[in-house]
């Protein structure tokens, strides 16, 4: 029986490889020679399509601003600007790895810089001035990425490690921090905390902190 031909390679294909070995391992594991491996074929036939890592990288992090949805210029500024940053938290929840390089000067890439611009532009028609846009810009990028890092590392770290949290939790003398038991109790179990999503009490703090006269 002949054997199947294999698919062709293409950028798409690679980039879209990449993304899931980056999704799956981390972008440390996201190598030339490993996303050939993923595709059966030599590192050497991915430079006909890709320039080198940088330019693999970049393709990915295309993908991930492309589920990035900018704020409506149909909707009034403030919910047009909680859809956005909603959508960007949840691109961020699901490429845990991007956050970081979309923060490098070395990976700023065109989308990005139309979100940023759409961002500001959203804020101006909002009726903030130069000066006040120029914070309120700061502040919400400063939650949706700084939120996003945290909460990747608190569930991809030490705290979503069942073991070292049950050593944390026996190394503890929780008689002496009755309030932070009482929130250790809540991590432990179901309630209607569990139904918040603790981004979104933040940015809507943030955002009718921002309409009030």
């Known amino acids: 029986m002949p054997r199947k031909p294999r698919e062709p390679l293409t950028r798409d294909r690679i980039v879209r490889a990449g993304l899931e070995l980056a999704d799956a391992a981390g972008v440390e594991a996201v190598t030339m020679r490993r996303v050939g491996h993923e595709l059966g074929f030599e590192a050497m036939s991915l430079y006909r ?6 330019d693999l990288l970049n393709g990915m992090l295309d993908v991930v601003l492309a589920e990035w949805e900018l704020p409506s210029d149909e909707e009034d500024w403030a919910p047009a600007v909680r859809a ?3 959508s960007v938290h949840a691109a ?11 923060m490098s000067g070395s990976h700023l ?3 990005r810089l ?15 001035d130069v000066d006040t846009t120029y914070h309120v810009y700061h502040l919400l990028d400063g939650h949706i990425f700084g939120f996003s890092l945290w909460e990747i590392a608190y569930t991809t770290g030490a705290a979503a490690d069942d073991e070292l949290v049950a ?14 038991t009482e929130h250790r109790d809540q991590h432990m179990t179901d309630g209607a905390h569990r139904e918040v999503s ?13 309409q009030r006269p």
């Open 114 to 128: 139309g979100y940023m611009d759409r961002l500001l532009g959203t804020l101006r028609r909002g009726g903030f």
């Open 109 to 111: 890439r065109p989308a």
């Open 49 to 54: 399509h890709v320039a080198d890592k940088d």
């Open 198 to 210: 603790a981004f979104e009490v933040g940015l809507d703090l943030i955002l009718d902190g921002l």
């Open 84 to 86: 956005s940053a909603l």
């Open 167 to 180: 050593k944390f939790v026996a190394s503890v003398t929780w008689d002496d921090y009755p309030h932070l």
């Open 92 to 102: 961020l929840r699901r490429h845990p790895w991007a956050a970081r390089l979309l």
